[in-house]
């Protein structure tokens, strides 16, 4: 078991200097998710328009693992499609069940590679993921 | 303890990520000695049969062997009889057979139950319900700023409409003891029942209903070197006998006709279908493990790893050690600085070293506690000072690579 595989640097980074930390000040559409088996929490909001992700925060509690890719997945979700949005958390399952997927997108994501060596923490990765995919649902049902 | 007692558990003779293993989950549950192993495995080979009902030879040696582990539970505990010993699930169950059977029968509109905080879920959850159920309502005893409970604390909140106190002997989070014999008292002299969440207390001392006193007590069976799946609820056999059974079916009747049923006596009223026969066979093997052993002999030792490892742990820098720094029970939780608890167990994990990280299920404590989640490190009889070694490297390890 290489440690390394798990801890990157890049996830190190997106740990220690998290970006789209935070809250909109409106009322934007949240998405509350827990992982009640181990208490990871994240809130997240996206602020979407016209088909479009304009802009995402989270605030959350949580480990490395999921708070960096909250970090990374807020940033690569920015400007993109709804569409493109969930084709992105497709490929990020894909990424954790072992499949060689590419994120030319946004390459820091591929750093959670690893994750899926560890499989007592796919699920603190994927949290935020699974919260993107809620607040998309949550948007289309709207309309 | 010695390293013969060590000897007696296969799974710990391995390497994991390259390291030889060291376990320190048992809160969650215990490794299982050769003796169980091999009494489940005897128990499948010569003696399966459905009991209470098979004419053939069989049947009568797996009833025997099945009613023989509740007379040594019965033993264990210092029950009064075998009629206050009904096998169970675990304790989640046995709680849940207390809250919804006895306490919905007789808890009315304000009424209360008294609780504590440090409680794990399955020792406040059955009471919530049976508090939404029936309009009784739920108080909780202020914890001491080490998190423990004190009686002087328990005799703020207990009033004469307290029909309930239920409260962990030890808490799987802060490893404290409560004085449970000296609140079941006060509960009597206020008319309430004490109901004791033995989880964590049967596997590490003596324990004597007598003594305590208490009205129900529950114990899983995994947890002190006994399979999973099996349980105890130990009841006065006054309260059992008033209590309604929670499952109706096979087993558990006396005499039935289309529209009325009749039950049998007890326990066994509390055992409809088939029970877990493996199981209790399994337990009352482990119970005749630990005392080949000896309560006190294990608390012992018990003790000395948990001293030895809070003044370890008081060497690191940055460790945050939660609950009481004098223990009795060998738990200690803690935080490594800002780094989270699941990255401290993977990179323990990586060196070998198997500890438990979360929030124990216990949520309010977390909250009590400030913490969103903890590390936990917990030690049985099978644990040396060297595991205690191992944990602090590992942790003085993970302290530089999030450093």
Redesign the interface.
């Known amino acids: 078991?290489q440690?390394d595989d798990?801890?990157r640097r890049v996830i190190?980074d997106h740990y220690k200097n998290p970006r789209n930390r935070g809250k909109f000040e409106d009322g934007t559409l949240t998405v509350d998710l827990n992982n009640p088996?181990?208490?990871?929490?994240i809130s997240l909001q996206l602020k979407v328009d016209n088909g479009i992700v304009q802009d995402a925060k989270y605030t959350g509690?949580?480990?490395?693992?999921?708070m960096s890719s909250a970090s990374m997945m807020t940033e690569a979700v920015k400007g993109k499609t709804v569409e493109e949005a969930q084709d992105l958390a497709s490929r990020f399952s894909a990424l954790m069940q072992g499949e060689d997927v590419h994120f030319d997108d946004y390459e820091d994501i591929e750093a959670l590679s690893g994750v899926n060596k560890?499989p007592?923490?796919i699920k603190?990765a994927t949290l935020a993921w699974n919260a993107l995919r809620k607040g998309i649902d949550e948007k289309q049902h709207d309309h | 303890m010695n390293s013969a007692i060590r000897e007696q558990f296969p799974i710990l003779k391995q390497e994991i990520?390259?390291h030889p293993l060291v376990y320190l989950d048992s809160a969650a549950t215990s490794q299982k000695p050769l003796a169980v192993i091999e009494a489940l495995r005897h128990y499948y080979e010569y003696d399966n049969a459905n009991v209470h009902r098979g004419v053939h030879t069989l049947g009568s040696r797996a009833t025997d062997a099945y009613e023989g582990a509740r007379e040594k539970v019965a033993k264990f505990i210092h029950a009064k009889s075998t009629k206050e010993i009904v096998f169970t699930r675990g304790t989640t169950t046995s709680l849940n057979m207390v809250a919804s059977s006895y306490a919905r029968s007789i808890l009315s509109e304000g009424d209360e139950i008294v609780l504590t905080p440090m409680e794990h879920h399955s020792n406040l959850i059955p009471w919530q319900q049976a508090a939404k159920a029936t309009g009784a309502v739920l108080k909780y005893v202020k914890l001491q700023e080490d998190g423990s409970v004190t009686l002087s604390e328990v005799e703020k909140v207990i009033t004469d409409k307290t029909k309930i106190v239920a409260m962990a002997y030890v808490s799987n989070v802060m490893g404290v003891v409560n004085p449970v014999k000296e609140i079941a008292a006060l509960a009597h002299r206020h008319g309430a029942i004490m109901v004791v969440d033995g989880a964590q207390s049967s596997p590490h001392m003596k324990v004597d209903m007598q003594d305590l006193d208490c009205d129900f007590y529950t114990l899983s069976g995994h947890k002190m070197c006994g399979p999973t799946g099996i349980g105890v609820l130990y009841g006065k056999q006054a309260l059992l006998e008033e209590m309604e059974p929670v499952e109706f079916g096979g087993e558990m009747i006396d005499d039935v006709g289309l529209y009325e049923s009749t039950w049998k006596e007890l326990p066994w009223k509390f055992e409809g279908g088939t029970p877990i026969i493996a199981g209790a066979v399994g337990l009352g093997a482990a119970i005749d493990f630990l005392e080949s052993i000896g309560m006190d002999a294990i608390e012992a030792h018990e003790h000395e790893l948990a001293s030895y490892a809070v003044s370890r742990l008081s060497e690191i820098d940055g460790l945050k050690l939660y609950g009481p720094r004098e223990r009795k029970v060998g738990l200690v939780t803690f935080n490594l600085g800002d780094v989270?608890?699941?990255?401290v167990a993977?990179?323990l994990?990586?060196s070998g070293v198997a500890i438990r990280?979360?929030?124990h299920c216990c949520?309010p404590l977390?909250r009590w506690l400030e913490a969103?989640?903890t590390a936990r490190a917990s030690f049985y009889l099978y644990n040396t000072k060297e595991d205690v070694d191992r944990l602090i490297s590992a942790l003085i390890q993970t302290k530089e690579?999030?450093g």
């Not at chain 1, 088996?37 to 929490?41: A, E, R």
């Not at chain 2, 989270?340 to 990255?343: A, E, S, T």
């Open positions: 078991m440690l798990l801890y190190m088996t181990c208490g990871d929490k509690e949580g480990c490395s693992i999921s560890f007592a923490r603190c | 990520n390259g989270h608890p699941h990255d993977t990179v994990d990586a990280a979360g929030h949520q977390m969103s989640a690579y999030f």
